[in-house]
């Protein structure tokens, strides 16, 4: 079983930073594959970008150059560092994790997830 526990996240204004962490425990964290998605009102929970534990990164089309993911094995810590966040960044985010060996675009391929943290990008 893994845990997830997300931080990091605030109101911003157009053009703004901020940092997503994503805290996992349980025996596997440090070797499963682990993703950001984002959910906003009304609409479907998206990819956003992954990781695998070998941390190769993937990144959804439209937040590409502009938000990065990265790994720190040592602390099964997950960051998604957000630049240059637009009104449309607006979500909740949400940190998963998966069994297997390689990040998937498809929540349904998610096996853990945290509680989320709520984004919201001021214009």
């Known amino acids: 079983q893994v845990q997830l526990v997300e931080s990091g996240g605030g109101l911003v204004r157009t053009g703004g930073s901020l940092t997503l962490s994503c805290v996992g425990s349980g025996r596997t964290a440090s070797m499963a594959p682990m993703a950001w998605f984002r959910q906003a009102p009304g609409k479907e929970r998206e990819f956003v970008a992954g990781v695998s534990w070998r941390l190769t990164p993937t990144y959804a089309d439209s937040i590409k150059d502009r938000f990065t993911i990265s790994r720190d094995s040592a602390k099964n810590t997950v960051y998604l560092q957000m630049n240059s966040l637009i009104p449309e960044d607006t979500a909740v985010y949400y940190c998963?994790?998966?069994?297997?060996?390689?990040?998937?675009?498809?929540?349904?391929?998610?096996?853990?997830w945290g509680q989320g943290t709520q984004v919201t990008v001021s214009s």
């Open positions: 998963g994790g998966r069994r297997g060996t390689t990040v998937s675009v498809s929540p349904s391929d998610y096996d853990y």
